[in-house]
């Protein structure tokens, strides 16, 4: 199994413009997870999807952001329009539970800069 | 407000000496702790885990500790090694239809 797979890996971008994230999560997985980092704020939860029906999106910062899962192989989270503070690294996690001591198996990440 | 907090940002130690890494928790329905290990431009990877019916668990080098009363647990790394140099992220769940709480993480130095 290739794991959990992101891209792009960097993305630059001006502000305003519209940022779009995508991910495949492991095959058999029900579980998908977009996570932000910062230094500020760790590691947040942003959305989670299961059988890609959105479960919680308390963690989405504002409605400049969206995530989609349109099928059980690919997911976007999509910022539109950018802004500098939403510089940070965006990780996809999948997992085929919520509570498990497996933990999630994390993809490696988008590190977006918006200037 | 933070579910999950690790107050130390980094750590030094020498190679060879005992690494400890310190998270607090406040959610009491937290029952899943896990710690995660993450280096610069990878995703986090899973370390070790424990349930909240433990105590102590055990993986080679690593023990996780986890004092439900007091609402802490810790990660022993021992002996460390220079390739522990990493950050670690402790996180915590609830039993079913929670996502895992992450900290902010602590960087871990351990110079030969």
């Known amino acids: 199994d290739a794991g959990v797979i992101q891209s792009p890996r960097h993305e630059v971008t001006e502000m305003g413009q519209e940022v779009t994230l995508r991910c495949k999560p492991i095959?058999?997985?029900?579980?998908l997870f977009w996570y932000r980092q910062t230094m500020m704020r760790g590691l947040e939860l942003l959305i989670y999807?299961?059988?890609?029906?959105?479960?919680?999106d308390s963690g989405m910062p504002e409605d400049r952001f969206s995530a989609k899962m349109p099928n059980a192989s690919f997911s976007t989270l999509k910022i539109q329009p950018s802004e500098p503070r939403d510089s940070a690294v965006y990780f996809c996690?999948?997992?085929?539970?919520?509570?498990?001591?497996?933990?999630?198996?994390f993809g490696s990440g988008t590190r977006l800069t918006v200037v | 407000d933070q579910q999950v907090k690790q107050n130390s940002p980094s750590l030094s130690v020498q190679e060879g000496r005992i690494s400890i890494l310190n998270c607090d928790y406040t959610?009491?329905?937290?029952?899943?702790f896990l710690w995660y290990k993450k280096y610069p431009a990878e995703g986090p990877t899973f370390l070790i885990s424990i349930s909240s019916i433990k105590d102590k668990n055990e993986d080679g080098r690593f023990t996780v500790f986890l004092n439900k009363s007091a609402k802490h647990l810790s990660l022993h790394i021992v002996p460390s090694q220079p390739g522990d140099s990493a950050v670690y992220f402790c996180?915590?769940?609830?039993?079913?239809?929670?996502?895992?709480?992450f900290g902010k993480g602590t960087t871990l130095s351990v110079s030969s």
């Open positions: 999807f299961n059988n890609n029906v959105p479960i919680d």
């Open positions: 959610n009491s329905m937290f029952d899943y």
């Open positions: 095959s058999g997985h029900d579980y």
């Open positions: 996690a999948s997992s085929s539970r919520t509570g498990t001591l497996s933990g999630y198996t």
């Open positions: 996180a915590a769940s609830a039993q079913a239809g929670t996502a895992l709480i």
